[in-house]
Nanobody, 111 residues
């Protein structure tokens, strides 16, 4: 069974950091590009960052310079390093690969 499982979310103060992980099973992660999305209450799901098979990256303007997406194909895992977090980053973060979606992990930025 192919699936994605996110982890690493939590409560953090403004200015803090978190690293999200998304582990794939049942398929070869290195065959795909991978995207992190997020959805805040009352908002539509939005793209946060994408990484291609070759390692090229693309970021939403709102997270450029603060977030870094990376992939470890050997361990079938993709990461999202989030630094200098802001309250506006509060959302459920989802990992997406082709037709597969993870269950989401909650990130809350609050003092």
């Amino acid at each position: 069974q192919s699936q994605l499982v996110e982890s690493g979310g939590g409560l953090v103060q403004p200015g803090g950091s978190l690293r999200l992980s998304c582990e794939a099973s049942g398929f070869a992660l290195d065959d795909y590009y991978i995207t992190w999305f997020r959805q805040a209450p009352g908002n539509q799901r939005e793209l946060v960052a994408t990484i291609t098979k070759g390692g090229s990256t693309l970021y939403a303007d709102s997270v450029k310079g603060r977030f870094t997406i990376s992939r470890d194909n050997t361990n079938s895992t993709v990461y999202l390093q989030m630094n200098t977090l802001k309250p506006d980053d509060t959302a459920v973060y989802y990992c997406n690969v082709d037709q597969w979606w993870g269950q989401g992990t909650q990130v809350t930025v609050s003092s």
